[in-house]
């Protein structure tokens, strides 16, 4: 079965501290691999979107990496800000759309 | 441009009831995506549309329905809403179904009681 598994679960940090969020796979074949950010209330907003062939793309303040041999991404957050409070979510695909996994979120509190 | 709107924002239904959750897209994407959100749980795919006329069962279809009458509009019906349908439900659409982007909506909290 496909899973997706994110860590940290949560996670408070001070406000223009970095932090670095983790996403494990077993998604096979894999296709693409995505972070996407979701606010309290809000649907989610993609990041990143990432391929077999790269291991890293980054959005401004967020840098997002990929091993697809040890099936793994990061993303990390620099110099945080009280807005990048909020669930992100990676989601891996294994080819199709109907054929998402999505991981549950690391929610992230960004305190002054 | 809107992107994605969905409506109600929140309903609080009787268990038993019919409910249409309602969903529309201006950017004339051919995907359409539904999918519920629980608690400690990611994002579930109830069904799906790669095109106009055309619907597809995602990972959690049963007590569900949808039409894709038009590429702009695709509502979800639920046909006697139970308790465990509870859940915020998100529209997404993504301009093909291949490996694209999804752009999700606002989502509707629905409460069955």
């Known amino acids: 079965k496909n899973q997706v598994e994110q860590s940290p679960q949560s996670l408070i940090i001070l406000e223009g501290k970095n932090c670095t969020l983790q996403?494990?796979?077993?998604?096979?074949?894999?296709?693409?691999l995505r972070w996407y950010k979701q606010d309290t209330g809000r649907g989610p907003v993609s990041l990143t979107i990432?391929?077999?062939?790269?291991n890293t793309k980054s959005n401004g303040r967020y840098t997002a990496t990929l091993d697809a041999d040890t099936k793994q991404s990061s993303l990390h957050i620099t110099a945080s800000q009280l807005s990048d409070s909020a669930s992100y979510i990676c989601?891996?695909?294994?080819?199709?759309?109907?054929?998402?996994?999505f991981g549950i979120g690391t929610k992230l509190q960004v305190i002054p | 441009i809107a992107g994605i709107t969905q409506a109600p924002t929140s309903q609080i239904l009787a268990a038993g009831r019919r409910m249409t959750l309602r969903c529309t897209q201006d950017?004339?994407?051919?995907?359409m995506y539904w999918y519920r959100q629980d608690l400690g749980l990611g994002l579930r795919l109830i069904h799906y549309?790669?095109?106009?006329?055309?619907?597809g069962k995602g990972e959690v279809p049963d007590g569900y329905s949808v039409s894709r009458a038009n590429t702009d509009d695709f509502p979800l019906t639920l046909a006697s809403a139970v308790p465990s349908q509870t859940s915020v439900y998100f529209c997404?659409?993504?301009?093909?179904?291949?490996?694209?982007?999804?752009?999700f909506g606002p989502g509707t909290r629905l409460t069955v009681t």
């Open positions: 997404a659409s993504s301009y093909t179904a291949g490996d694209y982007e999804q752009y």
């Open positions: 996403c494990n796979y077993t998604v096979s074949p894999f296709s693409n």
């Open positions: 990432m391929t077999f062939s790269e």
């Open positions: 989601v891996v695909s294994d080819g199709g759309y109907q054929k998402v996994t």
């Open positions: 950017m004339r994407h051919n995907a």
């Open positions: 549309s790669n095109t106009a006329g055309t619907t």
